[in-house]
């Protein structure tokens, strides 16, 4: 533990101190890496188009809780594989080790099986196995099919068959991964005598199908042994093992899967059987050790998620990631089905995956620093001709309205910069553009590092799948839909407010002037001259320039810093063009101005009293995007009987509360039950710092 730590502070200071100052990218080949982890849980996996949707996702370090995480944004994609592409973006604020939240399903969804996935921004440097990964199947009766229904299948599918494999009849291969051990192993025994060739090559993949370790080994025994270390970023989740001739013939394949440290809870409610309406009072108890000082605690009608099925779905058995995520649910999984589930999956699975793609070494620098503070904005500026990086240029961003805010970066030696962002939630508007030199800016151009990870998962085909005896379920959980939306109307997202904020991160003493306060003038430069009598405006060559003076009325060295409504301005001919009745004041900071690394020379701000900035044009490179900030936190509704009011409470998932806290063995839950009567699952879960699993469920009826 003290050594994981030692290495996350050396991670943190590098980071902090060498790699901001330099841009986005590190220059080290032994960059200390650490490995982030997301695990990813939802109310339940079957929703209709314009129901919430709501989420925990849980982030570890090295398969643990330390302090200080790493990053502080997460990353959430609802990924279509219809149309192969996202439905739904979104990022959130990882607060004590976790986001809980939700995300509002879009009305006109179409009916389908989709990933609901969840990462930071360093994760994308390494493997996408570790990502959170849920997949949720969502319907809606108005797109399922012209006649408005949904459809039901009466038989499942098996994709046992050739997978390309073509194994051994005097070779039999065990893979094994013992409790509390550090390496998994496989075992090859043989039928006397050993089958041509002499030797077979072992090779250690991950999830997502990337080479890890391979060795040679010579069959000269009857039984031969090989051990593989588990090594990050690859210790939690499924695990293949290849056996092949050395000409390259797959012999063999096993799996194997590495869950999380599991604890038991038991979870005790007053009774089994409860009226509708009735008060629900429930505790849960950890077997041994104390509970996690947070777990999160959910009732939902049994059907709607994955645990509340027999069997996992066929569609699931196709690819890795939705077999851990069906894993992840159920954690009470004993060793034998875990191995009857990998069995069957293998038989699934293309020789052709395995193709022998090394996984991304964690020596390699990494493309995405970390979230350390807040989300952040990066990219690069070129030269829009050559494509050549353009280093050691300042690139200024400002954050409009709800949040003003400027931020200045200098590019480092690959022309890339950083810009951390703060405060933020929401959609925000953003201005971006290098300090303008004349002719030689229109040569420039600045290219946005697209945050979310562009990598569809390569699923394949997941067509919409709903079997005979899951009717009954989704024609109640509709019908719940149908009571909820009438009594209580569709859920919303927050909506986008634009307005302008005062809380502007650049502030000090500061001469205000005010036109409301003086005779109308004809001209801007009039202002300036006659009002504003610490700031000089002069011709320099063919252009105008700005000087602020000092308290001794000198003037201070180099050019100030000008900006119009928060967007910095170098072009001070245009700005003298915008009408003087559009100006509601001019602000002057008449002193050096430290704002981040950068020194400026005095700061010169006006404010319009119009919205599109008095009519002033930004030529390229300046642009302006719509930035996607971390969404407010989000706290679910109480029933409606607890808050007095008698509407009918049909809800599918009846409780949902990630914050229940704990004392010592012990913690305790209540919450009201449904006017829909029928069986629901009671789950409980939390993680401690070390990783481990506590989970306890029960199931109660509502007659």
């Given at each position: 533990?003290?050594?994981?730590?030692?290495?996350?502070?050396?991670?943190?200071?590098?980071?902090?101190?060498?790699?901001f100052?330099?841009?986005?990218?590190?220059?080290?080949?032994?960059?200390?890496?650490?490995?982030?982890?997301i695990?990813?849980?939802?109310?339940?996996?079957?929703?209709?188009?314009?129901?919430?949707?709501l989420?925990?996702?849980?982030?570890?370090?090295?398969?643990?809780?330390?302090?200080?995480?790493?990053?502080?944004?997460?990353?959430?994609?609802l990924?279509?594989?219809?149309?192969?592409?996202?439905?739904?973006?979104?990022?959130?604020?990882?607060?004590?080790?976790?986001?809980?939240?939700?995300?509002?399903?879009?009305?006109d969804?179409?009916?389908?099986?989709?990933?609901?996935?969840?990462?930071?921004?360093?994760?994308?440097?390494?493997?996408?196995?570790?990502?959170?990964?849920?997949?949720?199947?969502?319907?809606?009766?108005?797109?399922?099919?012209?006649?408005?229904?949904?459809?039901?299948?009466?038989?499942?599918?098996?994709?046992?068959?050739?997978?390309?494999?073509?194994?051994?009849?005097?070779?039999?291969?065990?893979?094994?991964?013992?409790?509390?051990?550090?390496?998994?192993?496989?075992?090859?025994?043989?039928?006397?005598?050993?089958?041509?060739?002499?030797?077979?090559?072992?090779?250690?993949?991950t999830?997502?199908?990337?080479?890890?370790?391979?060795t040679?080994?010579?069959?000269?025994?009857?039984?031969?042994?090989?051990?593989?270390?588990?090594?990050?970023?690859?210790?939690?989740?499924?695990?293949?093992?290849?056996?092949?001739?050395?000409?390259?013939?797959?012999?063999?394949?096993?799996?194997?899967?590495?869950?999380?440290?599991?604890?038991?809870?038991?979870?005790?409610?007053?009774?089994?059987?409860?009226?509708p309406?009735?008060?629900?009072?429930?505790?849960?108890?950890?077997?041994?050790?104390?509970?996690?000082?947070?777990?999160?605690?959910?009732?939902?009608l049994?059907?709607?998620?994955?645990?509340?099925?027999?069997?996992?779905?066929?569609?699931?058995?196709?690819?890795?990631?939705?077999?851990?995520?069906?894993?992840?649910?159920?954690?009470?999984?004993?060793?034998?089905?875990?191995?009857?589930?990998?069995?069957?999956?293998?038989?699934?699975?293309?020789t052709l995956l395995?193709?022998?793609?090394?996984?991304?070494?964690?020596?390699?620098?990494?493309?995405?620093?970390?979230?350390?503070?807040d989300?952040?904005?990066?990219?690069?500026?070129?030269?829009k001709e050559?494509g050549?990086?353009?280093?050691?240029?300042?690139?200024?961003?400002?954050?409009?309205?709800?949040?003003?805010?400027?931020?200045?970066s200098?590019?480092?030696?690959r022309?890339?910069?950083?810009?951390?962002?703060?405060?933020?939630?929401?959609?925000?508007?953003?201005?971006?553009?290098?300090?303008?030199?004349?002719?030689?800016?229109?040569?420039?151009?600045?290219?946005?590092?697209m945050?979310?990870?562009g990598?569809?998962?390569?699923?394949?085909?997941?067509?919409?799948?709903?079997?005979?005896d899951?009717?009954?379920?989704?024609?109640?959980?509709?019908?719940?839909?149908?009571?909820?939306?009438?009594?209580?109307?569709r859920?919303?997202?927050?909506?986008d407010?634009?307005?302008?904020?005062?809380?502007?991160?650049?502030?000090?003493?500061k001469?205000?002037?005010?036109?409301?306060?003086?005779?109308?003038?004809d001209?801007?430069?009039?202002?300036?001259?006659?009002?504003?009598?610490?700031?000089?405006?002069?011709?320099?060559?063919?252009?105008?320039?700005?000087?602020?003076?000092?308290?001794?009325?000198?003037?201070?060295?180099?050019?100030?810093?000008?900006l119009?409504?928060?967007?910095?301005?170098?072009?001070?001919?245009?700005?003298?063009?915008?009408?003087?009745?559009?100006?509601?004041?001019?602000?002057?900071?008449?002193?050096?101005?430290?704002?981040?690394?950068h020194?400026?020379?005095?700061?010169?701000?006006?404010?319009?009293?119009s919205?599109?900035?008095?009519?002033?044009?930004?030529?390229?490179?300046?642009?302006?995007?719509?930035?996607?900030?971390?969404?407010?936190p989000?706290?679910?509704?109480?029933?409606?009987?607890?808050?007095?009011?008698?509407?009918?409470?049909?809800?599918?998932?009846?409780?949902?509360?990630?914050?229940?806290f704990?004392?010592?063995?012990?913690?305790?839950?209540?919450?009201?039950?449904?006017?829909?009567?029928?069986?629901?699952?009671v789950?409980?879960?939390?993680?401690?710092?070390?990783?481990?699993?506590?989970?306890?469920?029960?199931?109660?009826v509502?007659?």
């Amino acid at each position: 533990m003290m050594e994981r730590n030692r290495r996350n502070a050396i991670f943190l200071f590098l980071m902090l101190f060498g790699l901001f100052a330099g841009g986005q990218t590190a220059n080290r080949s032994d960059w200390p890496v650490a490995f982030e982890k997301i695990i990813l849980d939802t109310d339940r996996e079957i929703y209709f188009a314009g129901e919430e949707l709501l989420f925990t996702a849980s982030y570890f370090i090295d398969q643990g809780r330390i302090s200080p995480p790493l990053s502080q944004i997460l990353y959430v994609e609802l990924i279509d594989y219809q149309h192969k592409n996202p439905t739904l973006r979104k990022k959130f604020r990882i607060t004590d080790f976790e986001v809980s939240n939700r995300l509002i399903l879009p009305g006109d969804m179409p009916s389908g099986n989709y990933l609901l996935r969840a990462y930071t921004l360093y994760q994308q440097n390494l493997s996408p196995s570790l990502y959170g990964n849920r997949f949720i199947t969502v319907l809606n009766p108005e797109s399922t099919t012209p006649e408005g229904e949904i459809l039901f299948r009466t038989t499942r599918d098996s994709c046992f068959g050739s997978n390309g494999f073509h194994p051994s009849p005097n070779l039999h291969t065990e893979a094994l991964l013992p409790e509390g051990g550090n390496d998994i192993s496989l075992v090859l025994t043989s039928q006397s005598p050993w089958p041509a060739p002499s030797r077979v090559r072992v090779s250690h993949y991950t999830s997502d199908f990337r080479l890890v370790d391979d060795t040679l080994v010579s069959l000269t025994r009857e039984k031969a042994e090989i051990r593989f270390p588990l090594q990050a970023p690859v210790t939690t989740g499924i695990h293949y093992l290849v056996v092949s001739s050395p000409a390259g013939k797959r012999l063999a394949l096993e799996a194997l899967f590495q869950p999380m440290p599991l604890r038991k809870m038991e979870v005790v409610t007053a009774g089994n059987r409860f009226h509708p309406g009735q008060q629900i009072q429930g505790t849960f108890r950890a077997a041994e050790g104390p509970l996690p000082e947070k777990v999160q605690v959910s009732a939902v009608l049994q059907g709607a998620t994955l645990s509340g099925q027999p069997g996992i779905p066929e569609t699931y058995l196709r690819h890795p990631w939705l077999v851990e995520a069906w894993f992840m649910s159920k954690p009470w999984l004993a060793p034998s089905e875990i191995k009857q589930i990998l069995t069957r999956h293998t038989h699934c699975l293309d020789t052709l995956l395995f193709s022998g793609q090394k996984a991304p070494s964690p020596l390699s620098p990494p493309e995405y620093l970390p979230e350390t503070r807040d989300v952040s904005i990066s990219g690069i500026m070129r030269d829009k001709e050559s494509g050549a990086p353009l280093p050691g240029k300042d690139v200024f961003v400002s954050v409009l309205y709800n949040h003003p805010q400027l931020h200045i970066s200098r590019t480092n030696s690959r022309g890339e910069f950083i810009v951390p962002l703060n405060r933020l939630t929401g959609l925000n508007d953003i201005f971006i553009t290098p300090e303008f030199t004349g002719e030689k800016a229109s040569s420039q151009e600045i290219l946005i590092k697209m945050p979310f990870s562009g990598d569809i998962p390569p699923l394949g085909e997941q067509p919409l799948v709903l079997y005979h005896d899951q009717r009954e379920i989704v024609e109640t959980m509709y019908s719940n839909f149908q009571i909820e939306q009438k009594f209580r109307g569709r859920s919303e997202e927050e909506a986008d407010k634009r307005e302008r904020g005062s809380d502007f991160n650049i502030d000090g003493a500061k001469t205000i002037i005010k036109s409301e306060d003086y005779i109308r003038l004809d001209h801007l430069r009039e202002m300036f001259g006659e009002l504003v009598n610490n700031v000089l405006i002069r011709r320099e060559g063919e252009r105008h320039i700005m000087k602020v003076l000092d308290r001794d009325g000198r003037p201070l060295p180099g050019h100030p810093l000008v900006l119009l409504d928060h967007l910095p301005v170098f072009d001070i001919d245009a700005l003298l063009e915008i009408p003087i009745a559009q100006i509601e004041k001019i602000e002057v900071i008449n002193t050096t101005y430290i704002l981040g690394l950068h020194s400026i020379n005095g700061i010169v701000m006006l404010t319009t009293k119009s919205s599109n900035f008095g009519g002033m044009k930004f030529n390229e490179p300046s642009t302006f995007l719509q930035f996607q900030a971390p969404e407010p936190p989000f706290t679910p509704a109480p029933s409606a009987k607890t808050t007095g009011h008698e509407t009918p409470d049909f809800r599918t998932t009846l409780f949902w509360n990630p914050h229940i806290f704990t004392e010592g063995q012990e913690g305790s839950f209540d919450f009201q039950a449904s006017d829909r009567k029928g069986v629901y699952t009671v789950v409980v879960k939390g993680y401690a710092s070390d990783g481990t699993c506590y989970y306890g469920r029960k199931e109660i009826v509502i007659e």
